[in-house]
């Protein structure tokens, strides 16, 4: 009997976005100088599920949306960056997995430490859970 191999295919875009932010309630006392605005180079990596394999969703276009959402809403002329207030990697990769119907974001400071969030199920009528 031939066996069958489901397949699920997936389109990323990487991009990397220069903004401030900081975590005002900080508890930790090593680490306090996250309670004041600092800048970072945030490396964002989103990833997208597609049904077919011709361009289902254009990678490129994904990033131009994404870098353009990010300039509307959150640049700041005074500083000339993205001001992410307290938003934390997670509370970003969240906010870019709604608004982009993503399956899994990865948000990073700097490229040395962050968050990846992915979609985990997606609840249909108040009651049914699929699988992305």
Known sequence: MPKTVKISTEVYCTLQIEGQHCWPECP??????LRDPH???FHIKAFKKVTHDDRDVEFIMLKHKIENYFYEHYFDENIQMMKFGSM???MIAKELITKFNLLRCEVSEDGENGA???VTGIVTDGNHIINP
């Open 116 to 118: 990846i969030v992915s």
């Open 88 to 90: 934390s990697c997670e």
């Open 28 to 33: 930790f006392e090593e680490v306090k100088y």
């Open 39 to 41: 800048r970072h180079l």
